[in-house]
């Protein structure tokens, strides 16, 4: 459920939690691409949980961070 609106309580009484974790993944993997730019520790982090973001464009990573990480967390 991508919108240019605020959520409401009201949306997610529609949603399932299923539904509810997806578009919150959706947010947070939206958040973390525009941040990453700005914060060589988060790209630490998230490359140490598996995920292969350098290099990547904005879309890109947050394409990658909607998905499971691509090998195993290190450390």
């Not at 997610?12 to 990453?36: C, G, H, K, Q, Y």
């Not at 973001?53 to 961070?65: P, T, V």
């Amino acid at each position: 459920m991508a919108t240019d609106r605020e959520r409401t309580p009201a949306d997610d009484a529609d949603e399932t939690p299923a539904e509810r974790l997806e578009s919150t993944n959706a947010l947070l993997a939206a958040w973390a691409a525009s941040s990453i730019e700005e914060s060589g520790p988060l790209i630490e982090r998230l490359e140490a949980l598996g995920y292969d973001l350098r290099g990547k464009s904005r879309e890109e990573i947050e394409a990658a961070l909607k998905a499971p990480p691509t090998r195993p967390a290190r450390g």
